[in-house]
């Protein structure tokens, strides 16, 4: 190896330059490392550009051997002074500072702008990055990728404490404290009361405000828990009140429904419909006393096809409902007696299964229920209106205390029939009372009368009703006769 020293004459000119020599002279020989008078030193280069320029690798170990991949640092452990690892991102603005924050431009690929309201920030623009990747691209700037740096904020979202994470503000490029759901570039690791420059440690992500992180851990015990209590006021109250108010106006909608339900048990608070057709709890009660007394409810015959209920169903119905009262009309009560009303049954000519509304001295109840403790009287109305609008009304009078409940349902006592006795005595009477002769006669016809009059009456009680009737007409007559005899003689 040959080494030459240079008067220092220009900055171009090598001060010092060793270079290998095959033959010993000046010719041929290849120059391995200078020191020029700027003071670049090169190593593997005539014409270094930086203050070291190493045209091949860098082995920085304390023992060992190290790879020789031109351009490849290889090193044990390296300490750098600056505090984060950034990387060079092509921008079409180049006014971007250190700082601000960026999200990436849509118009090109893997290019960077000022993030703005709506936009995913990617990062910070790094102030002096320890490490730096993509050094050669051109018309870039570095976006801190780990570490800490410097970033532009306001008070937008609040003072600033140690540990709140930041997002972006109204303003673009400008950080602020996140006080809902979004996403952050990084935690404050300094308090900060005016707008200006914040320390931040890099860390991007989605951070959840503390309602729905409140809320997360509210629907997780929730869901492992087999008997759940929800709070009065808390976000699984309200969410669960939502979710029944959506499903509400939902099953209300009638393009909507369930196909099928089944249970052991279905509780309405109003009615019971199928296809238009509706049952109230006063129907149903109706049904089981129709049910009770033996009735029957007469079913659409299957066999009169859809084309006979649409004719039925294009025919104008004004005919209105029958009610038919069940029990007495009027009704007596006995004074401190409960009344049970029988109610009553509706019928109409189309419609089926009608209901009907009651009224107690015109006031609209849903049970039936009368105040005995003083004499007095109560006008019930039942009322039945049909989907044609057709209206029918009945009523019973209920009357309480007075003479009328004390003889209510009382059968008359039927009037005394004559007996044989009687009309013997009267014909015995009419034939003493006669002129003529013969009072030994009268008298043996007497007799005689009177024995087959007993004999009469001992076949009555062993007769039926109707035969007994009769046989004491025919037993009158045959007295009469008897009777008539003597005149006769």
């Known amino acids: 190896m040959t080494t030459f020293l240079k008067s220092p004459a220009a900055s171009t000119y090598n001060l010092f330059e060793a270079a290998t020599d095959a033959d010993g002279d000046a010719g041929g020989r290849t120059v391995e490392f200078v020191i020029r008078g700027d003071g670049n030193v090169g190593i593997g280069t005539t014409t270094p550009v930086s203050t070291l320029s190493?045209?091949?690798?860098l082995c920085v170990r304390n023992t060992g051997s190290c790879g020789t991949t031109a351009g490849t640092i290889?090193?044990?452990?390296?300490?750098?002074?600056?505090i984060d690892l950034?990387?060079?991102?092509?921008?079409?603005d180049p006014t971007l500072s250190p700082g601000e924050i960026v999200a990436l431009e849509w118009t090109a690929p893997a290019t960077i702008k000022r993030a703005s309201t709506g936009d995913v920030a990617l990062g910070i623009i790094s102030t002096k990055p320890g490490i730096l990747l993509g050094k050669e691209l051109p018309n870039s700037k570095p976006v801190a990728l780990k570490g800490r740096v410097p970033v532009k904020v306001n008070m937008e979202g609040g003072v600033l404490r140690i540990g709140d994470r930041i997002a972006l503000s109204s303003v673009p490029g400008i950080g602020t404290k996140a006080t809902t759901t979004a996403r952050t570039v990084g935690i404050a690791l300094q308090d900060a009361t005016a707008e200006?420059?914040?320390?931040v440690f890099i860390e991007n992500q989605l951070t959840f405000a503390n309602l729905?992180?409140?809320?997360?851990?509210?629907?997780?015990?929730?869901?492992?828990?087999t008997t759940p209590a929800i709070a009065e006021g808390s976000f699984m109250d309200g969410f669960l009140k939502n979710i029944f108010a959506q499903l509400t106006r939902w099953l209300a909608d009638a393009a909507n429904g369930i196909g099928e339900v089944f249970a052991r048990v279905f509780?309405?608070?109003?009615k019971i419909c199928v296809d238009g057709e509706c049952l109230t709890a006063n129907d149903i009660r109706d049904l089981k006393t129709l049910a009770a007394a033996g009735g029957t409810?007469?079913?659409?015959?299957a066999s009169n096809g859809a084309s006979e209920t649409q004719q039925e169903s294009d025919t104008q119905d004004t005919e209105p409902p029958t009610i038919t009262i069940q029990g007495n009309n009027p009704a007596y009560v006995e004074l401190g007696a409960t009344y049970s009303d029988h109610g009553v049954i509706v019928f109409d000519n189309v419609d089926q299964n009608l209901g009907h509304t009651i009224y107690v001295d015109g006031v609209e109840v849903s049970q039936i229920q009368l105040d005995t403790a003083s004499s007095t009287t109560y006008t019930i109305e039942y009322t039945a209106v049909d989907q044609a609008g057709n209206t029918a009304t009945?009523?019973?009078t209920v009357i309480v205390g007075g003479e009328s409940s004390k003889s209510d349902g009382e059968a008359l006592d039927p009037a005394p029939e004559e007996t044989e006795e009687s009309n013997s005595s009267d014909a015995t009477s009419t034939s003493s009372g006669s002129e003529g002769s013969g009072e030994d006669e009268t008298e043996d016809a007497e007799q005689e009368a009177e024995e087959q009059g007993s004999d009469e009456s001992k076949e009555e009680e062993e007769a039926p009703e109707e035969d007994s009737v009769q046989e004491t007409e025919e037993t009158s007559g045959d007295t009469d006769t008897a009777s008539t005899t003597p005149d006769e003689v």
């Open 394 to 396: 009945a009523t019973r």
């Open 267 to 270: 509780n309405a608070s109003e």
């Open 54 to 57: 190493i045209q091949g690798f």
């Open 297 to 301: 409810v007469q079913a659409d015959s």
């Open 86 to 92: 950034a990387e060079n991102y092509p921008t079409l």
């Open 196 to 199: 200006g420059m914040v320390e």
């Open 212 to 225: 729905e992180i409140n809320a997360l851990g509210e629907l997780a015990g929730f869901a492992a828990s």
């Open 74 to 82: 290889y090193a044990t452990t390296a300490t750098i002074t600056d």
